[in-house]
């Protein structure tokens, strides 16, 4: 544990927040799966989060930041890196003229209900959708016909090392696409600015978001464990309805299971392991382009599997691969007596 510890004090003296060493990431997914990372860091605010990079950027340790972990898919083997967990980010500022102020950690669920209480309208596509809202920026959630781009105004992110600063981001230059941004790897949304507007009719977004929510009841695998859809949908077409034209619904790996209701989910019927998870999305993808031709592209954020590039919101330092932050740190504090090896095999 000695190198863990070494870090964790440098993070101490930082005053970055709770630190939880070793922490296992099947506690911080939907889906319940996912190894160890070297520790958990959970900022409470955003100069916190700022000091945070600076110690990681000093000590040239990889770093991934999480929100709801709702579109994450983390290895067994887990991640030898320091998560940034954005929970503690809870700030909740109601600004004039239907603005709202968000910190990343606030999940996207309270935020539809403070606007449907209120009859504003803006964010009505994104019921349902569990995570933060810092996530739903990141990864443009939303569906039918609207995404978090409706409302959103700007975002004060934390630029990864070495130039760390706190930064506002308008909206339009996030560069939000389908289900992503152009935010580069290693910045972290630490606040969100949103803009709502007055629905007309009383009581009209509260009904949208009810249908909405129970469209998704009927029509997805609430209630068991997923990420919601693995594949992005490929131009002009709906993976859900190529992996079920291609008669994959039920397939499964263990307890893994392709969803019978939704074919672009796979769910975790108890049990899972990320190994089972990860073999049945190859499986999937594999048989989809065997026969159509068509090869899906994964929505889900994939982390710590090997052969893997890193997931494009990790911040790896140049020249240090994930697997060798030892030596930044051992420069960083001296020998450690006894060395510096990990605290399970690499
Ligand atoms: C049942 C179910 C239904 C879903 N339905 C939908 C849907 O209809 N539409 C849709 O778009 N998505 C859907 N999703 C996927 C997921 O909920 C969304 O993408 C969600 O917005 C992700 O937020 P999160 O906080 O959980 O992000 P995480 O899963 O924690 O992270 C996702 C990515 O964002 C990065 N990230 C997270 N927070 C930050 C931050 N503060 N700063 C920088 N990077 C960050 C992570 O590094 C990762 O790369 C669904 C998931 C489930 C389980």
Not at 75 to 89: H, M, V
Not at 126 to 147: D, E, F, K, S
Not at 217 to 228: C, E, L, N, R, V
Not at 286 to 308: C, K, Q, S, W, Y
């Amino acid at each position: 544990m000695r190198n863990v510890r070494a870090l964790a004090e440098a993070l101490q003296r930082a005053r970055v927040g709770e630190i939880r060493q070793g922490e296992r990431l099947s506690n911080y997914t939907t889906m319940g799966v996912g190894g160890p990372c070297r520790a958990l860091v959970r900022p409470p605010d955003l100069d916190s989060l700022e000091r945070l990079i600076r110690v990681l950027g000093d000590l040239e340790a990889p770093y991934l930041p999480v929100g709801g972990g709702s579109n994450l898919l983390v290895a067994d083997e887990g991640f030898e890196g320091i998560i940034i967990a954005t929970e503690a980010l809870q700030e909740w500022e109601e600004l004039d003229n239907h603005r709202l102020l968000a910190g990343a950690g606030v999940a996207t669920a309270r935020i539809v209900r403070w606007a449907s209480g209120r009859n504003l309208t803006g964010l009505e596509a994104l019921a349902g959708i569990p995570g933060t809202i810092g996530g739903a920026c990141v990864m443009n959630a939303g569906g039918h016909g609207g995404t978090i781009a409706s409302s959103l105004q700007r975002v004060e992110v934390v630029t990864a090392p070495p130039a760390i600063h706190t930064v506002t981001v308008e909206a339009e230059a996030l560069g939000l696409a389908y289900r992503s941004s152009s935010l580069p790897g290693g910045s972290v949304v630490g606040r969100v600015e949103l803009q709502f507007e007055e629905a007309v009719d009383p009581g009209a977004v509260e009904q949208t978001v009810l249908d909405l929510l129970a469209r998704r009841a009927a029509t997805q695998p609430i209630g068991t464990p997923s990420m919601g859809s693995v594949f992005k949908n490929p131009d002009e077409d709906s993976a859900g309805r190529l992996i079920e034209t291609c008669g994959l619904k039920g397939l499964r790996e263990g307890p893994v299971v392709v969803s019978e209701l939704h074919a672009n989910f796979i769910v975790n019927t108890g049990g899972a392991t990320a190994t089972q998870i990860r073999t049945l999305i190859d499986m999937v993808r594999e048989a989809v382009e065997a026969l159509t031709g068509i090869r899906l592209e994964p929505e889900v954020v994939m982390l710590g599997f090997a052969g893997d590039p890193p997931p494009p919101m990790a911040w790896i330092p140049r020249g240090n691969p994930l697997r060798s932050v030892e030596p930044a740190i051992e420069k960083s504090f001296g020998a450690l007596p006894g060395g510096v090896a990990g605290d399970r095999a690499p």
